[in-house]
Nanobody, 115 residues
Framework: QVRLVESGGGLVQAGGSLRLSCAAS????????MGWYRQAPGKLRELVAT???????NYADSVTGRFTVSGDFVKNTVSLEMNSLQPEDTAVYYC?????????WGQGTQVTVSS
């Protein structure tokens, strides 16, 4: 059972930056992709950014140009660099890793952006 543990959330003013990190408890070398999702109050969980084992990335339109995802499938980590944060980025951010048979999720970390 792979556990994903996020860190790096917090409170930041609009225009500021945060970096989220996620570490897997076991090897994810064979996994297809890793990434980040977020869920704001009253809204569905949505994709933020993903990265494949081959290094291809995918971003939500709302974060393109502001957020950067990076992953290391050998070190079992994935990170999200978030710049120019806006109040609408406020949400719980979840780390995700997709294995051969199932998806794994972290417990979530709160990101709050004040105006």
């Amino acid at each position: 059972q792979v556990r994903l543990v996020e860190s790096g959330g917090g409170l930041v003013q609009a225009g500021g930056s945060l970096r989220l990190s996620c570490a897997a408890s076991e090897s994810i070398f064979s996994f297809n992709d890793m990434g980040w999702y977020r869920q704001a109050p009253g809204k569905l969980r949505e994709l933020v950014a993903t990265i494949t084992r081959g290094g291809s990335t995918n971003y939500a339109d709302s974060v393109t140009g502001r957020f950067t995802v990076s992953g290391d499938f050998v070190k079992n980590t994935v990170s999200l660099e978030m710049n120019s944060l806006q109040p609408e980025d406020t949400a719980v951010y979840y780390c995700n890793a997709n294995g051969v048979f199932r998806a794994y999720w972290g417990q979530g970390t709160q990101v709050t952006v004040s105006s």
